[in-house]
């Protein structure tokens, strides 16, 4: 993904100028700033469902179902079981006769695998409304990862988990994006987490739409 000068502007007020970066494959972007700094707003424009009022984002050879993102407020079927809501994952990658017929044995096997990885084995049949928020924001992760994006997108994937459930979840999201060579874009608010996991971080500063910078971490690491 290439962004060139983009630019941001939401009820008069710009949030982001002139941003430029290019993710690469196989990387994690972590994406910092403020409470209202734009990070939410920046993640939906790179996906697709804002238009820029500047600038320009080139996926090249991406196919829209190749881009998932991971939302703030989950957008699960309440109404649906867990096991559902993480196969609906990949409606976007079936044809419509295939979805119609029905999700396969072996898709089945792999989303129970992945929910078993993020400790929702017990909780296949439960009414996706009857889980805890923390159960819930696992479950999203699921569905996205279970797409098989090349882009994906997280909006505070963690927020809502403990540190060992937030541990798990990063490690498997870097694992599994990045093993099909994909790349990731993540907005966090632990420092910490975008440290251990993050190859570059793109600060965004509320007070000035044009002073964001990106710093390489890994040497953080070493």
Do not use: Y
């Amino acid at each position: 993904m290439r962004v060139k000068n983009l630019g941001i502007c939401v009820e008069g007020k710009w949030l982001i100028r002139n941003l430029n970066f290019t993710v690469r494959q196989g990387e994690f972007l972590a994406v910092r700033g403020s409470s209202g700094s734009g990070k939410t707003t920046l993640l939906r424009v790179l996906s697709g469902s804002i238009t820029p009022d500047e600038g320009t984002i080139e996926k090249e050879n991406l196919n829209s179902n190749e881009c998932a993102m991971i939302f703030q407020d989950l957008q699960l079927a309440d109404g649906a079981t867990a096991i559902t809501n993480a196969l609906s994952g990949c409606l976007g990658r079936n044809s419509f006769l295939s979805s119609f017929l029905g999700f396969t044995a072996q898709e089945k096997k792999q989303a129970i695998k992945l929910l078993n990885l993020l400790g929702l084995s017990d909780k296949l049949n439960q009414w996706t409304s009857t889980l805890s928020r923390g159960e819930r924001q696992r479950l999203a992760i699921v569905r996205s990862l279970f797409s098989r994006p090349r882009i994906l997108l997280a909006d505070e994937p963690t927020s809502s988990l403990d540190e060992k459930w937030a541990k798990v979840s990063l490690e498997l999201i870097k694992k599994d994006v990045e093993g099909r060579n994909g790349s990731v874009i993540c907005s966090l608010h632990d420092s910490h987490q975008a440290r251990d996991f993050s190859n570059r971080e793109l600060f965004i500063d509320s007070n000035s739409p044009e002073n964001w910078s990106i710093q390489d971490v890994e040497s953080k690491k070493s």
